[in-house]
């Protein structure tokens, strides 16, 4: 879990994904959209992609990508983001994050 944590520290937000994943795809654009600039790592394209897929999965996350990490905090998935999208809760992580200002 060290380069996944490596990758996600002291960023409020953080978006691993692959360039072929059409869900990865939405949930950067979602969360742009909200005026936040997640740090976006394509697992296809990153020289230890196998590796940060491994350990993404260790942490939980099936299927592995797209995973976003607000805060340094693992939220999930596509499934995750959505639901707290649709719940109104998404916009208050990413303020606590300091990754959008009102």
Known sequence: ?????????????????????????????????????????ELDEHPEGKQLEKELRGLGCKPSVPAVFIGEELIGGANEIMSLHLKGQLVQLLLNANAIWL
């Open 1 to 41: 879990m060290a380069l996944v944590t490596s990758l996600v520290n002291e960023r409020p937000v953080v978006i691993f994904s692959k360039t072929t994943c059409c869900m990865g795809h939405t949930i950067k654009t979602l969360i742009s959209n909200f005026g936040a600039n997640p740090t976006v790592y």
